[in-house]
């Protein structure tokens, strides 16, 4: 079992930052891949970033040059930096974590971005 405790989430106005955290615990394999998602009210949820163990990033067409992903293995922790938010951008923010065959979820946590 893996275990995802996200923080970070907020409101912020338009062209505004905010700096998402997920630090995950429990039987966690040295090879994954770990990235957010998100989830508007009424939308499917979607890939915003991910990033592997080896560093290896994708990003959604949408928040190429606004979003950074990174993370730190020793900590087991990823990080997702929000720049230049639009209220587009609004949503539940989901941290994932993927290895061995299997997928875990965070909580959440609502970014709202206000025009």
């Known amino acids: 079992q893996v275990q995802l405790v996200e923080s970070g989430g907020g409101l912020v106005q338009a062209g505004g930052s905010l700096r998402l955290s997920c630090a995950a615990s429990?039987?966690?394999?040295?090879?994954?891949?770990m990235g957010w998602y998100c989830q508007a009210p009424g939308k499917q949820r979607d890939m915003v970033a991910i990033i592997t163990s080896g560093g290896s990033i994708h990003y959604a067409a949408s928040v190429k040059g606004r979003f950074t992903i990174s993370r730190d293995n020793a900590k087991n922790t990823v990080y997702l930096q929000m720049n230049s938010l639009k209220p587009e951008d609004t949503a539940v923010y989901y941290c994932?974590?993927?290895?061995?065959?299997?997928?875990?979820w965070g909580q959440g946590t609502q970014v709202t971005v206000s025009s």
């Open positions: 994932m974590y993927s290895a061995g065959g299997h997928e875990y």
């Open positions: 429990g039987s966690i394999f040295s090879i994954n891949v």
